[in-house]
């Protein structure tokens, strides 16, 4: 079904639903992938149904396949094809999805299929250090560039704005002076670890009404 062009949104009807069925997506090694997937594990609300990759040689589709989550990569041209994409979310029943280490742009169809239902992790304090090619250690070395006095993380809603969606939550951790990059990227990265699980745990309650 389509208005003025556009598909229409896509979310399924969860009142009689067990579980939000969440896809992850994601680029790279997948350790956050693995965390979300590890705390939801036994979760009575919540299932990490599916973890789509733009590249197939993402080590997080075999994080995700070794602890048992249906995989499937979407390279470029199959992740900007709506024909593609909203039948693969349908058939796992996707009711979320959260942005993991994703670095390509979500298409404004899935935007619209999924308004207020998908959200990004970004390892730097946003508005500072954000948008085109902000990504990984571009991030901290950027951070360490400017002689910040701190980093953090930051769980935002996804807009066709890059990194430019309303701010969820942000945490935050104190710099020394000598901190290299990759301890920047390290003190980072367990700010993650930490509370990446609980604020989306947090943004389903509040979607979902649990």
């Not at 208005?3 to 949104?9: A, C, I, L, M």
């Not at 990059?181 to 389903?204: G, S, T």
């Amino acid at each position: 079904m389509e208005v003025h062009g556009k598909r229409v949104t896509f979310v399924r009807n969860l009142a009689n639903m067990e579980k939000v069925n969440i896809a992850i997506f994601v680029s790279g090694s997948g350790t956050n992938c693995e965390n979300l997937i590890r705390c939801f594990k036994d979760s009575e609300r919540v299932r990490c149904a599916l973890v789509v990759s733009n590249k197939p040689d993402a080590y997080a589709l075999v994080r995700a396949t070794n602890l048992g989550v249906p995989i499937a990569v979407a390279p470029k041209a199959q992740l900007n094809d709506a024909d593609f994409m909203m039948p693969l979310l349908r058939q796992y029943g996707i009711d979320f999805i959260v942005l993991a280490g994703f670095l390509p742009l979500v298409p404004d169809f899935l935007i619209d299929a999924y308004p207020r239902r998908i959200v990004n992790i970004h390892p730097a304090l946003l508005p500072k250090y954000g948008g085109k090619g902000m990504w990984g250690h571009h991030v901290h070395e950027a951070v360490k560039a400017a002689g910040e006095a701190e980093t953090g993380m930051t769980v935002h809603w996804v807009t066709p704005v890059c990194d430019g969606g309303e701010i969820i939550a942000q945490y935050r951790c104190a710099l020394s002076p000598d901190d290299t990059v990759d301890d920047i990227a390290e003190k980072e990265h367990q700010l993650e670890m930490k509370y990446f699980p609980q604020v989306v745990e947090q943004v389903l309650k509040e979607t979902f009404g649990w």
